[in-house]
């Protein structure tokens, strides 16, 4: 295990997007000083004829994929115009966009949760609907919707949000930095450098795989999704090192 700089000082960390107050204390707790600073932006994308097509949807029982919590936050906000909690299937990962799906439509009992994409497209394929509506924004990986048109599984995409890369560069040395998504790696990336013993820390594989196309560093990936679990491995990992 490589030992990143001086371990006697206090730890620092680069989240690099919001985190909720309780974590940053957590992580406080511990000694871990936990800086935010987004790199990318997301805006709903809801035109007209796609607020159309979901109210349409809505009547129905759909098989639908959400893999982000942009996606789900766009699609629920329209939902909740006509008050609309439809029937549908849904095909969904683990962590945070779980949750928010799982709290508009309570007990939800049509879901079906994975921790990648590339398993929960196997499970989709295992169920081998004919078609699926994707709810998903611009910058989107081919990974599930290649793997689904290879089964002969038709997939609607429906795009319901935007990323922008919001570049900038920031000051100091880092222990360690989170990432929770490959446009944010982009992004920071395209105006920043590291030290060689900075770890980098990945929400999921293809986070992780995307780091590793920019430096050589240590990169460790979360065992489940969602931001809590991000945290507690940066955690883990640190009071190791000291213990």
């Known amino acids: 295990m490589q030992i990143p700089f001086n371990m006697k000082e206090p ?24 800086e935010t600073s987004s790199f990318i932006e997301t805006t709903p994308t809801i035109t007209p004829e796609i607020s159309e097509y979901i109210a349409r949807a809505a009547s129905s029982r759909c ?8 996606a789900a936050e766009a699609v629920i906000s329209e939902l909740q115009k006509d008050l609309s909690v ?14 928010i799906l ?17 398993t929960l ?38 795009k319901v949000y935007d990323t922008v890369m919001t570049s900038k560069k920031v000051d100091g040395t880092y222990h360690g930095i989170l990432f929770f998504s490959p ?5 920071f990336f395209s105006a920043n450098s590291i030290a060689e013993q900075t770890i980098l820390f990945a929400i999921g594989n293809t986070t992780a795989a995307t780091i590793r196309e920019y430096c050589k560093n240590e990169v460790i990936t ?22």
Not at 18 to 32: F, V
């Open 102 to 118: 799982q709290h508009y439509w309570s007990e939800l009992a049509d879901l079906v949760v994975a921790d990648n994409a590339a």
């Open 63 to 70: 098989d639908v994929v959400i893999t982000s919590m942009n």
């Open 222 to 243: 979360a065992d489940q999704p969602g931001k809590e679990h991000l945290v507690e491995r940066t955690i883990g990992y640190f009071n190791a090192l000291n213990n």
């Open 121 to 158: 497209a196997d499970k989709i394929i295992d169920e081998n609907p004919i078609e699926v509506v994707f709810f998903c924004g611009n910058i989107r990986r081919d990974e599930l919707p290649d793997k689904l048109k290879s089964a002969f599984i038709k997939v609607e995409e429906i």
């Open 183 to 187: 446009s944010a790696v982009e992004s």
């Open 86 to 99: 439809p029937p549908w299937h849904i095909y969904t990962m683990g962590g945070t966009t779980k949750d």
């Open 11 to 34: 730890i620092r960390i680069l989240c690099t997007r919001p985190l909720d107050n309780q974590l940053i204390e957590m992580a406080s707790d511990k000694g871990i000083l936990i």
